[in-house]
């Protein structure tokens, strides 16, 4: 394989991404040092590698999802660095199948590294990897192409930020705690809002697709509201995590980032039918995310 070929198979696992699942990870790692005093170093690198494959597999599959459905198809407007997926297939890169058994294989990687955890951790593991899984590879596949019902913007806000941050907490403690899932709301805001904002610039596509996110379902206008109360909700379950003492007091430096917020909420307000001058919004939402993240676990580190 060549450097070039590898560039390319990364390339169409959309790394630029990969945030949204390396960060949760070390929020729950974090939470373990902080409330039990427990880190061990090789399950930390071992989720890091089992989160991000399935993401790169979940990622990938999706792409061969919306070929099928001609989502990807569809899509005629100036495509983003975030929106319309990697279009691999559409440029001839990689072919239908290629493109399938590349998402398989590398949620098999994902799935085998699982296990190993689940064998030295708890069956814990396995019901949050499960439902991982699933959901991910049911998000845009057949029968139940959950994102066309209107339930995926809820689903990628609990695998990327509750799931994610509880199963790193467990592997480190192998315990549960519902500080952990407090400490988690706002990455699980932050992430939704993510993928909600790369709903605007593919609506066209998905409407004639047949796939009914919610901004395809509310329009877009109307969607724009609930992109304001993601961002919203973000820096407000932060405020309740430190008033009930689930997050130290340290997190509410968090809310220094809420300029970013309010200019990414601007930008969709006055260019929601503009996919490329969605571009800014789309970066401050991302991070957005990472800088509550990152602010986050200092908070539990210090």
Known sequence: MTEKTLTIWVKATRPQFFTVIILPI???????????????????????????FIHA????????????NQTDEFNHSPLTPFAGGSRMIQNGVFTVNETYWFGLILISIATIIGFFLISVRGLPLLWIGLFGVLSGYFYSAPPFSLIDKGVGELLIGLNFGVLAVLGAYYVQTQTLSTIVVVASLPL????????YINEF???NADKQAG???L?????????????VILI?????????????????LFSLTSLLALPLGFFAIKTLYNHYDKPTALIPAIKNTIMLHTLVSVILIIAFLL
């Open 57 to 68: 597999g979940i990622n990938v599959l999706n792409d061969y999802f919306d070929h099928l």
């Open 201 to 203: 610039p593919d609506h």
């Open 215 to 227: 901004v395809v379902r509310f329009g877009l206008t109307s969607a724009r509201t609930i992109y």
């Open 232 to 248: 919203g909700l973000s820096f407000v379950t932060v405020a309740i995590g430190v008033m009930f003492n689930s997050l130290p």
């Open 188 to 195: 699980a805001c932050l992430v939704t809002a993510i993928l």
């Open 26 to 52: 070390l929020l729950g790692t974090a939470i373990a040092w902080h409330l039990q005093g427990i880190f061990v170093p090789i399950y930390l690198v071992l989720s890091l590698l089992a989160g991000i």
């Open 211 to 213: 796939k009914n996110n």
